[in-house]
């Protein structure tokens, strides 16, 4: 069974910019869930799509928003980008059942310059 | 609001031996997860232990097991036979069972496994 995809692996951009980054789950996930990792904040929790439809959010602000498709496929998108957003992306995927391991994917690494 | 409390920013251990890391947490809630995840230099996370809080029995992986605490709120994990291949990032997680997909992390532990 294939892992967690996520694509881009790397990104680079600028101040002000927008960027989309991509999640694919395990086959018949039907939960995705997205992380910034930085060395100041820690992993801190974005949100979660379980079928097509946030069902969880985190304390971040209205320019990180995410969707998910109908395979269960997500994007996250952040827009009018900050230095502060450089960070390592992670997404996660489970079944979305209370009682389930979520499975990580290799994350993307955002550099904003 | 939970939080998780890793006290060992770092620590060493030499192979073959045995180590502890500690976490603490704080939640008003009774149901609730608690994880281990290793995230090893190449940044891929993995679970390494899983506790159900209703669970009074100690959840053990091979080599690894857990010391659960659940009046202190204390949650330790004990690698025993340390191998190289341990040296990694270790985080402490906490999730709410009605809210299982949004884990709550401590800052981590840096293991660091020496011959």
């Known amino acids: 069974k294939a892992g967690v995809t996520q694509t881009p692996r790397y990104l680079i951009k600028t101040r002000g910019q927008q960027v989309t980054l991509s999640c694919s789950p395990i086959?018949?996930?039907?939960?995705v869930s997205w992380y910034q990792q930085t060395p100041g904040q820690g992993l801190q929790f974005l949100f979660e799509?379980?079928?097509?439809?946030?069902?969880n959010k985190g304390n971040f602000p209205g320019r990180f928003s995410g969707r998910q498709f109908s395979n269960s496929r997500s994007e996250m998108n952040v827009s009018t980008l900050e230095l502060g957003d450089s960070a390592l992306y992670l997404c996660?995927?489970?079944?979305?059942?209370?009682?389930?391991?979520?499975?990580f994917g290799p994350g993307t690494r955002l550099t904003v310059l | 609001a939970q939080t998780v409390t890793q006290s060992q920013p770092e620590m060493s251990v030499q192979e073959a031996e045995t180590v502890t890391l500690s976490c603490t947490y704080d939640?008003?809630?009774?149901?609730?997860?608690l994880f281990w995840y290793k995230q090893p230099p190449s940044r891929q996370m993995i679970l390494v232990i899983r506790?159900?809080?209703?669970?009074?029995q100690n959840a053990t992986e091979n080599r690894f097991s857990v010391n659960f605490q659940k009046a202190a709120k204390s949650f330790s994990l004990k690698i025993s036979d340390s191998q190289l291949g341990d040296t990694a990032m270790y985080f402490c997680?906490?999730?709410?069972?009605?809210?299982?997909?949004?884990?709550?992390f401590g800052t981590g532990t840096r293991l660091q496994v020496t011959l």
């Open positions: 506790q159900e809080a209703y669970k009074q």
């Open positions: 997680a906490f999730s709410h069972t009605g809210t299982a997909s949004k884990l709550t």
């Open positions: 086959s018949g996930h039907r939960s």
């Open positions: 799509y379980f079928s097509e439809t946030q069902r």
């Open positions: 939640t008003s809630e009774n149901n609730y997860y």
């Open positions: 996660a995927s489970s079944s979305g059942l209370a009682d389930n391991e979520q499975f």
